[in-house]
């Protein structure tokens, strides 16, 4: 399994954005996938996640900002972020989980907020 992120870019406070990560390999062996940040000079922090049935989970202090959401037809998976603010700046990663428990993770888009 490889990720593809991008989606990245400058964006306004106030705006949104949509992140997607693009899978290459066998899709059918991923269960749950999910969205990470990583702000500059901060660890690396969970903020959503879905799981193979398309059930969602957002990180609590980000719910009602962020949706994730897949396309397995499209071999896709998306994070829209809305009300964009210039704490948002930061790495953004995708990673997925298999069913023989190993963790994939995408090599990470910039998002980078301006006020």
């Known amino acids: 399994v490889q990720l593809q992120a991008s989606g990245g870019g400058l964006v306004q406070a106030g705006g949104s954005l949509r992140l997607s990560c693009v899978i290459s390999?066998?899709?059918?062996?991923?269960?749950?996938m999910g969205w990470y940040r990583q702000a500059p000079g901060t660890q690396r922090e969970w903020i959503a996640r879905?799981?193979?049935?398309?059930?969602?989970y957002y990180r609590d202090s980000e719910k009602g900002r962020l949706t994730i959401s897949r396309d397995d037809a499209k071999r896709t998976l998306y994070l829209d972020i809305y009300s964009l603010r210039p704490d948002d700046t930061a790495d953004y990663y995708c990673?997925?989980?298999?069913?023989?428990?190993?963790?994939?993770w995408g090599q990470g888009t910039k998002v980078t907020v301006s006020s």
């Open positions: 990673n997925a989980d298999t069913d023989d428990m190993i963790t994939y």
């Open positions: 390999g066998s899709i059918f062996s991923i269960t749950n």
């Open positions: 879905i799981t193979r049935p398309g059930t969602t």
